[in-house]
Nanobody, 122 residues
């Protein structure tokens, strides 16, 4: 059974940091590209960052470039998102996803976690 379980969300003040984790099981983690997406109520889920199977290639949304860092540990089957200099506009539910390619679209991913809430107070 495929599982992606996010953790690390919470309430933080603007300018602060959080580190999200996504623990995976039930599939060959190292063979999949991974991504982080986020969603606020009433809006579509949007791309945040993606990383290749080896962890070498990474892409970021312009809105988070320079503040967020995506990484993965294939030995631990875990994906991370380090979020620094957080802003109120970063408030959302954050989802991790796994798919066959390093894509920026929701439809390109096969597996999804249940999400973790990040709230940034201004």
């Amino acid at each position: 059974q495929v599982q992606l379980v996010e953790s690390g969300g919470g309430l933080v003040q603007a300018g602060g940091s959080l580190r999200l984790s996504c623990a995976a099981s039930g599939f060959t983690f190292s063979a999949y590209s991974l991504g982080w997406f986020r969603q606020v109520p009433g809006k579509e889920r949007e791309f945040v960052a993606t990383i290749s199977t080896s962890g070498v290639l990474k892409n970021y949304a312009d809105s988070v470039k320079g503040r967020f860092t995506i990484s993965r540990d294939n030995a631990k089957n875990t994906l991370y998102l380090q979020m620094n200099i957080l802003k109120a506009v970063d408030t959302a539910v954050y989802y991790c996803a796994a798919g066959p390619s390093r894509a920026t679209t929701v439809g390109a991913y096969d597996y999804w976690g249940q999400g973790t809430q990040v709230t940034v107070s201004s």
